[in-house]
């Protein structure tokens, strides 16, 4: 239960394994590189200290962690709550709740809550990071106008009120930078995939800067140089009255970090076919958030975007997560020294973009069509994130969650499927699992794993921008949704919805009785089509192959002997 993935896969690592995880762990550094310096900096730190955390602290997670293609560093969930802190305590102070946070975790790790916390009901998920991302955004307005504005206020509204008070000292220059930064990221994408548009972005605006010798704020006008070497460790000096002070906020951090990095690997098994463990993930985030604040790092999880960015690449093992962290470690060794030159503004942008990305607005909007106990929970999550505190929004959340978790397991009669998911196995232990099956090429296949975490399909759906070519046939596993609700009803509309827009054929499989009934009565069930609904995967697997022009196998033909796997 408490193994590395690492070890679990090293049979696997043949030159040929390797190469393509090295390939896709080179990939996913290069996207790191600027939300790396971005989310330190809006935490409030120097920018180095997000190099460095994505360097530890992202491999670390690869080495330790639970998942096969986790990438970890740090996020923009962390933002608010460490913005406080650093206000309010200082960069000590934002050490020693680090490391209180990553012993939290690993002890929720070691005492197998891992699988519990998958089960948090998805409006709360919703509330914190659609809250959050306001505040992001908010914190963005003064280096992306240019507001002359010394010393920031951590809260919502002190923020607005300063910019009402200093909107007379915006600055059009650093303005159309950071606009011109914002145009670039957007549109970059329908260039190339491969290359991240912030990254561009970044290197145009600070090209521009320099040949033109523009009065902009850079890295350097607010930070100064940037080290380009890891520091020695040092230790917090510890006092406990502000330990008693920070309890709180380091638990906020550990819920936060434990969520995001749980969401993050449910949505990377559905994507390769695989299986985490939950429990020893949450050790791995522990492990990495007691280390690197020792070496001057920010608090680390498993983050969506850039875990998405590896699968797409290529990577199926830990190397590719461990090479991510030596690739951005090359680069701050090699070329720090010139990202002292990079426009504040620029970075604003960055930052506006992962905001707009976090407040899933589109699902917010899907919710608010919930039941009624939903969208209390939501709304009250989100304001209480947004007007008062992110601490005591994680407080009242995790209360609400407990009601409607209790509500909702009243309701639910076989708790089969619940009870496969907290023994928190691995996929080896599941004889049905997709790698035991033989998927053609042009077909992908996502498994929805557990009724109550069916937000994370949404996710999943965000993630499929990333990909550079949509494949021909995709396959939606739902053998462990028992029950689905308003939530997943529009997320699998929205989701034919872009597989029209791309030609790709959308299957259903493993559909249980309670999913099939409300797919009728929301209309999918006709929408997708009877003839591409199927009770196994099987059967899902053999009528992909008869789209695509393939002779149909069986089950026994579907299934890969383990000799043959282990080859892979």
């Given at each position: 239960?408490?193994?590395?993935?690492?070890?679990?896969?090293?049979?696997?690592?043949?030159p040929?394994?390797?190469?393509?995880?090295?390939?896709?762990?080179?990939?996913?550094?290069?996207?790191?590189?600027?939300?790396?310096?971005?989310?330190?900096?809006?935490?409030?730190?120097?920018?180095?200290?997000?190099?460095?955390?994505?360097?530890?602290?992202g491999?670390?997670?690869?080495?330790?962690?639970?998942?096969?293609?986790?990438?970890?560093?740090?996020?923009?969930?962390?933002?608010?709550?460490?913005?406080?802190?650093?206000?309010?305590?200082g960069?000590?102070?934002?050490?020693?709740?680090?490391?209180?946070?990553?012993i939290?975790?690993?002890?929720?790790?070691?005492?197998?809550?891992?699988?519990?916390?998958?089960?948090?009901?998805?409006?709360v998920?919703?509330?914190?990071?659609?809250?959050?991302?306001?505040?992001?955004?908010?914190?963005?307005?003064?280096?992306?106008?240019?507001?002359?504005?010394?010393?920031?206020?951590a809260?919502f509204v002190?923020?607005?009120s300063?910019?009402?008070?200093?909107?007379?000292?915006f600055?059009?220059?650093?303005?159309?930078?950071?606009l011109?930064?914002?145009?670039?990221?957007?549109?970059?994408?329908?260039?190339?995939?491969?290359?991240?548009g912030?990254?561009?972005?970044?290197?145009?605006?600070t090209v521009?800067v320099?040949y033109?010798?523009?009065?902009?704020?850079t890295?350097?006008?607010?930070?100064g140089?940037?080290?380009?070497?890891?520091?020695?460790?040092?230790?917090?000096?510890?006092?406990?009255?502000?330990i008693?002070?920070?309890?709180?906020?380091?638990?906020?951090?550990?819920?936060?970090?434990?969520?995001?990095?749980?969401?993050?690997?449910?949505?990377?098994?559905?994507?390769?076919?695989?299986?985490?463990?939950?429990?020893?993930?949450?050790?791995?985030?522990?492990?990495?958030?007691?280390?690197?604040?020792?070496?001057?790092?920010?608090?680390?999880?498993?983050?969506?975007a850039?875990?998405?960015?590896?699968?797409?690449?290529?990577?199926?093992t830990?190397?590719?997560?461990m090479?991510?962290?030596i690739?951005?470690?090359?680069?701050?060794?090699?070329?720090?020294?010139?990202?002292?030159?990079?426009?504040?503004?620029?970075?604003?942008?960055?930052?506006?973009?992962?905001?707009?990305?976090m407040?899933?607005?589109?699902v917010?909007?899907?919710?608010?069509?919930?039941?009624?106990?939903?969208?209390i929970?939501?709304v009250?999550?989100?304001?209480?994130?947004?007007?008062?505190?992110?601490?005591?929004?994680?407080?009242?959340?995790?209360?609400?969650s407990?009601?409607?978790?209790?509500?909702?397991?009243?309701?639910?009669?076989?708790?089969?499927?619940?009870t496969?998911?907290?023994?928190?196995?691995?996929?080896?232990?599941?004889?049905?699992?997709?790698?035991?099956r033989?998927?053609?090429?042009?077909?992908?296949?996502?498994?929805?794993s557990?009724?109550?975490?069916?937000?994370?399909?949404?996710?999943?759906?965000?993630?499929?921008?990333?990909?550079?070519?949509?494949?021909?046939?995709?396959?939606?596993?739902?053998?462990?949704?028992l029950?689905?609700?308003?939530?997943?009803?529009?997320?699998?509309?929205?989701?034919?919805?872009d597989?029209?827009?791309?030609?790709?054929k959308?299957?259903?499989?493993?559909?249980?009785?309670?999913?099939l009934?409300?797919?009728?009565?929301?209309?999918?069930?006709?929408?997708i089509g009877?003839?591409?609904?199927?009770?196994?995967?099987?059967?899902?697997l053999?009528?992909?192959r008869?789209?695509?022009?393939?002779?149909?196998?069986?089950?026994?033909?579907?299934?890969?002997?383990?000799?043959?796997?282990e080859?892979k």
């Amino acid at each position: 239960m408490f193994k590395p993935k690492f070890f679990s896969v090293l049979p696997e690592l043949s030159p040929d394994r390797i190469l393509k995880d090295v390939v896709a762990g080179v990939m996913v550094g290069i996207v790191a590189l600027p939300l790396a310096i971005a989310f330190a900096i809006a935490s409030g730190v120097s920018p180095e200290k997000g190099l460095i955390t994505a360097v530890i602290g992202g491999f670390l997670v690869s080495f330790l962690g639970g998942s096969r293609v986790q990438i970890g560093g740090p996020t923009g969930a962390f933002i608010v709550i460490l913005y406080g802190i650093v206000q309010q305590y200082g960069i000590n102070g934002l050490m020693l709740a680090t490391i209180m946070a990553g012993i939290i975790l690993m002890i929720m790790g070691f005492a197998q809550f891992g699988s519990l916390i998958k089960f948090i009901p998805y409006p709360v998920i919703v509330g914190f990071t659609s809250g959050i991302a306001v505040i992001i955004f908010s914190t963005q307005v003064k280096d992306f106008l240019g507001l002359d504005i010394k010393s920031l206020p951590a809260n919502f509204v002190g923020q607005w009120s300063a910019y009402a008070q200093n909107l007379t000292t915006f600055h059009p220059t650093s303005f159309m930078i950071g606009l011109l930064a914002l145009v670039i990221i957007i549109f970059w994408p329908k260039v190339s995939r491969k290359v991240p548009g912030s990254l561009i972005a970044i290197i145009v605006t600070t090209v521009i800067v320099e040949y033109f010798n523009l009065n902009v704020p850079t890295i350097e006008s607010r930070f100064g140089s940037i080290p380009s070497t890891i520091p020695s460790p040092s230790f917090p000096s510890v006092d406990f009255a502000t330990i008693r002070q920070l309890i709180m906020p380091a638990m906020t951090i550990a819920l936060l970090g434990a969520i995001e990095a749980l969401l993050s690997a449910v949505v990377a098994d559905g994507m390769i076919g695989s299986r985490h463990k939950s429990n020893m993930e949450l050790i791995a985030q522990g492990a990495a958030n007691i280390i690197t604040p020792l070496f001057g790092g920010i608090p680390v999880t498993g983050a969506i975007a850039r875990t998405a960015t590896n699968v797409k690449n290529g990577g199926r093992t830990p190397v590719a997560g461990m090479v991510h962290a030596i690739t951005l470690l090359l680069i701050m060794l090699l070329f720090g020294q010139w990202a002292k030159l990079i426009p504040m503004p620029a970075l604003a942008a960055i930052l506006i973009i992962v905001a707009w990305n976090m407040s899933e607005i589109k699902v917010f909007r899907e919710l608010l069509k919930s039941p009624r106990s939903d969208v209390i929970v939501l709304v009250s999550t989100f304001s209480l994130t947004v007007i008062f505190d992110l601490t005591l929004a994680i407080e009242i959340g995790m209360l609400l969650s407990v009601i409607l978790f209790m509500q909702r397991m009243a309701q639910l009669s076989n708790v089969g499927i619940i009870t496969q998911e907290l023994q928190d196995r691995d996929e080896e232990d599941d004889p049905n699992t997709i790698v035991t099956r033989k998927v053609p090429d042009g077909v992908e296949v996502f498994e929805i794993s557990g009724p109550f975490f069916f937000g994370a399909a949404s996710k999943f759906r965000d993630a499929m921008h990333i990909v550079e070519k949509a494949p021909r046939i995709r396959i939606i596993r739902m053998r462990k949704v028992l029950s689905i609700d308003a939530t997943g009803l529009n997320m699998m509309k929205d989701l034919l919805k872009d597989c029209t827009k791309t030609d790709t054929k959308l299957i259903l499989s493993g559909v249980h009785a309670q999913p099939l009934f409300a797919l009728q009565q929301y209309g999918l069930y006709d929408d997708i089509g009877e003839e591409n609904i199927f009770g196994n995967i099987d059967d899902a697997l053999d009528h992909a192959r008869e789209s695509l022009g393939l002779p149909k196998m069986g089950r026994q033909q579907n299934f890969v002997p383990t000799v043959e796997r282990e080859k892979k």
